[in-house]
């Protein structure tokens, strides 16, 4: 086990280093004048001849890189040239803006998925399983751009049941300073008592955290029911049922924990694929997290802030991967890891 | 167990109304949509979108009076003068101001402050580059210095640059200022900042021009990055000032009702800059073929929808020392043809480039309506959209230059020089000056105009608008528009009135 996870860590660092190589490299060779950004709109020849000598731009682009990556060891990822803040001090902001998103987005498909999966597998053929399976033809088919904006024209526009944007209210923000200890504001507010943030944070992540989650519902949902239908046909459980053990029992006891291993799969690939559909979901909804941040980086081909958190979101998702082939072990302990 | 959890969802669905009601402004509040974050917090750095929080919180000496019968009105100076030769101000300062730190306001903090961001070299501190140095008279009388004549009574009332800052605060550095910290003397003062979501300006209670129960006592600068989102806002009334609306979104927001559109002129415009050291627009006729060529008022109507006017020159038909005597040039291919014909180029060799910012849509439309009409007389015209750095670097390289280059010029203080001296004057290594043209006799009429401008205004305007004629007859770009402002707010707000000098001034308004 300890080889095993020594490996995984090393491979880690490998990919890690591949990850920040293609990003600084492409984000340097790409056309464009980061000096110009930043010094602003109507520089003079001699404030942009100091801006390229204060980004180090006249130096050659290894010895670029390797300052880079000796500066970030040390936790320094550079000042955006768009925002003129330091990466690194964003990231570390935007950070809880995001995974509180994805984290709800995540559960809202998992506490839904699943139940809807197993029951469409119980009554497959009938009509729940029918909707169902259009609910996540749908929920994959519908570009979560236009989710978002349906969501805000009904939800804000029409019925007007809930907030447009942002993350929480600004008037309640003003009135009732959050106390940021873990950067989730549900979490934050709640271990403090701040009820009206923490409210207001509800209402805000309603509308981004369902658009978000209905791609990964509808994945989640259709891999649980076939994995249980494959698990329900398996001999011991018909063996269960012909014994007359109840259905609930079967159902939750002996066959959806082999039903989970394939869901639990999907379920980190999902997380990733949120990540990236947090891009768009931030984006409509004014969401101040690393998604928007990552947009805005590249539209302006801000490279210190592109590579920040290119390599946070793989850092993320390397890490993630590590931890579901571990749960692996937990939940099925016929899966030996490899050398044992 | 099952009901209290289901009271509990029913309790947080029925607030949630209740919540979204207190989002708006209030009597006491105003609400701007910003579509943009503060960047740059130090008042001797920031150029750009910051103007929004900083003339709310820092002042300057003086005040450009842009509907006023003078140039400036007193701000922290009362008044001033100069002397004959233009080389020494004179400003006698407000007494009893503080600043929000509480340190008082005298002629120190002014030499302070000038000095400080005309060494730091940042934004746009060139506008300070006459001065040589600051001396302090007494308490409440400076004196600034000059290496050679600058209009400083104007100068010192820039939107950027010239603001003056408690030094107590500014020794604390920028990266203190980039905490979202501000120290001026202006009648608001910084509350909160939550970095990328929302600015909270508070009343500064000591400010010196006093308060009444109309006034805003409290300003929320937010960020709302999405075009949509602020149309939305501004609608439902969350908003009372959208700054991004969609040209698109106008006519439907007109129709709303609280919603108020204005569209007055800024000192905004557009050009397409001409090359005239690149062949073939080194030729005057090919460049005066061009401008015969471009459909002025299919642009403005078209393609700007009515939010431009038809430029005349290279300086905006609003701000003081315009020409309003040049010749106009109107749309008409005959005439291009004609000068083509006349310039002795073979219609073989007329093969033009035109660069342009590709995500504006407004200069693609117009880069395409361009290439049609040359097209129908015979002139080839390619065309390279692209990121600006990438363009902008093209451009100042005579080798790598397109023949036409796109150009939205505004000034960084409220003088006409600033497109002359920016786009027009002779550059030895072209930074603005991308037709990278070059008359000495108008050199020399622009830095006349620049020297009698702080001592002869009459003669300044003078120089500035024969320099404006003879650039106009070297045709070294296609003025083509004068752009409007889209100011877009809720009827409620009282008291505003645009200025093209600064951003929005928040202790003027007030909600009816």
Known sequence: MRKYLLKRLTFMVLVLLGVSIITFVVSHVVPGSPAAMWVGPKPTQEQLDAAIKELGLDQPLWVQYFSYIGNMVQGDLGVSLRTHQKVSEELSRRWGATFELVTISMLIALVLGIPIGILSATKKDKPFDHVSRGLSISGVAMPVFWLGMILQMVFHGTLGWLPLQGRVDSTVLIDHPIEKISGFYLFDSMITGNWPIFLSTISHLVLPAFCLSFAALAVVTRMSRSSMLEVLREDYIQTSIAYGVSQRLVLFRYALKNALIPTLTVVSISYGVMLGGSFLVESIFDWPGLGRYAILSIETNDFPAIMGVTILFALTFVILNLLVDLIYFLIDPRIKTPGE | MKKSILMLILAILLSLPATLLAAGGSKDTIVYAAYADIKDWDPSVAASMEVVMLSSVYETLTVYDTYGAKNVKPGLATSWSTSDDGLIWTFNLRKGVKFHDGTPFNASTVKYSIERTKKMKKGTSYILGAIGKLSVVDSYTVQVHLKNPAPMDIILSSQYAAYIFSPTAATRGTEWFMQGNAAGTG????????????????????????????????????????????????????????????????????????????????????????????????????????????????????????????????????IWGHNPNLPKVDFNLEKAKQLIAESGIPKSQLKLSMAYIATSQEYENCAQLLQANLSRIGVQLELKG??????????????????????????????????????????????????????????????????????DRDASIAAYQKAQQMIVDDAPAIFYADLSARIVKRKSIMGYKNDPAYGIFFYKLYRQ
């Not at chain 2, 003062?189 to 600015?199: A, H, L, N, P, Y």
């Not at chain 2, 692209?386 to 505004?410: C, D, F, H, R, Y």
């Not at chain 2, 037709?435 to 006349?448: F, M, T």
Request: net charge positive.
């Open chain 2, 187 to 318: 009648p608001y003062m910084v509350d909160s900042w939550e970095k990328s979501q929302q600015t909270v300006l508070k009343k500064n209670d000591n400010y010196w021009g006093g308060w009444n129960k109309k006034h805003f006592k409290r300003v929320v600068i937010k960020v709302v990055l999405e075009k949509s989102t602020q149309v939305q806002m501004i609608k439902s009334g969350e908003a009372d000032f959208a700054s991004l609306a969609p040209v698109d979104s106008l006519p439907a927001l007109r129709k709303s009702p609280g919603v108020e559109v204005l569209t007055p002129k800024s000192w905004k415009n557009s050009s397409f800059l001409i090359n005239t050291k690149k062949f073939p627009t080194n030729n005057l006729k090919i460049r005066k073929a061009l401008q015969y060529a471009w459909d002025y008022s299919a642009v403005v109507k078209s393609i700007y929808n009515g939010l431009a006017t038809v430029a005349e020159g290279p300086v905006p038909k609003n």
């Open chain 2, 386 to 455: 692209g990121p600006w750095g990438t363009i902008w670097k093209n451009a100042k390289n005579v080798e790598t230059a397109p023949n036409l280059q796109s150009m939205t010029w505004w000034p960084s203080y409220p003088t006409p020089n600033d497109w002359l001296v920016g786009l027009f004057r002779t550059e030895e290594k072209a930074v603005f000056n991308l037709s990278h043209y070059s008359n000495k006799k108008v050199d020399a009429l622009i830095d006349e105009g620049v020297k009698m401008e702080g001592v």
